[in-house]
């Protein structure tokens, strides 16, 4: 029986959750929970903190477990792997000081930096020859340079606007894109291939759609052109001679876009059908 660590709380835990029941599988109904057997499936799931995942399917006690990359990064266990990514939970790692103070990461050494991801920041300095003195954090890290606390924070980074208002600076390279990732301990666990592809599938189903149109049988190699799909489009003749129907799978981004395009070149009765599992 698969062996699953799943995050308990926090930003990965509702997508992880609703990521893993569109794959099919029977996880908690309870956010009290710690502990489910879905045996229809052959998995245990089991529910802890995201910082803890890791070092849970390192040490071989889980087999593979939902976590981001930053928190993988930053606990350091080198035998947890790696094997895919989610798509989700996406978020960036910046270094950021009072602004003009500091231009690059060079003018970090023997400066203190404070983050809630102290060894993921302690490795990518030295990385760089940088040798700084960490702050150990376990939130609100903004706030450690306006209260003395640190000269320098490392902290994820979306639009900046919370660092503005702290009155920092981003500068220096970035620092790790993070995301959601599927990771796994050594050796090839029983049933992570089947995992991996259902949350393939998910993936799949999340980032396309199916477009079905009719059009006249000479249009069809324009039409391909405007929506060559994801693999070949399928083509079937319709009763009205010179007609073809063709059904297609591709990007929900930029669907209507594509609608607008075929019905200018043509092609009627255009659908677009929700995917909800595949296997490609």
């Known amino acids: 029986m698969l062996r699953i660590a799943v995050p308990n709380k926090g930003s990965l835990s509702e997508t992880a959750a609703d990521m893993l029941a569109e794959a099919g599988y029977s996880g908690r109904r309870d956010a009290k929970t710690l502990h489910v057997v879905d045996a229809d499936n052959d998995v245990e799931f089991f529910y802890l903190r995201p910082r803890d995942i890791a070092t849970y399917v390192a040490s071989g006690a889980l087999d593979v477990g939902i976590t981001g990359r ?18 989700f939970a996406r978020s960036t790692f910046r270094f950021a000081g009072p602004p003009g103070r500091f231009g690059s990461i ?3 050494h023997g400066v ?33 340079v306006r209260l003395g606390v640190a000269d320098v924070i490392a902290d994820v980074v979306e639009t900046g606007t919370t660092l503005r208002q702290a009155g920092l600076e981003i500068f220096g390279p970035v620092i790790i894109e993070s995301e959601a990732v599927l990771i796994s301990r050594p050796g090839d666990p029983e049933g992570t291939d089947t995992l991996l592809r259902r949350l393939r599938g998910v993936m799949v189903a999340r980032q396309y759609v199916l477009l079905d149109y009719d059009l006249p049988a000479e249009l069809v190699d324009e039409a391909v052109k405007i929506s060559p799909g ?31 395009d075929l019905y200018a070149l043509g092609a009627r009765a255009i659908l677009v059908t929700e995917i909800h599992a595949a296997r490609l």
């Open 106 to 108: 060079e003018e970090l």
């Open 230 to 260: 994801r693999e070949s489009a399928t083509i079937s003749p319709l009763r009205d001679a010179g007609w073809v129907a063709v059904r297609v799978m591709i990007p929900r981004r930029g669907m209507n876009r594509v609608m607008d």
């Open 70 to 87: 930053d928190l993988l990064r930053d606990v350091r266990q080198e035998d947890a792997r790696e094997i895919e990514q989610l798509g």
């Open 112 to 144: 203190r930096v404070a983050s809630a991801y102290p060894g993921l920041v302690d490795d990518f300095l030295r990385e760089h020859g940088v040798h700084a003195e960490l702050v150990p954090l376990d939130g609100a890290v903004e706030s450690a």
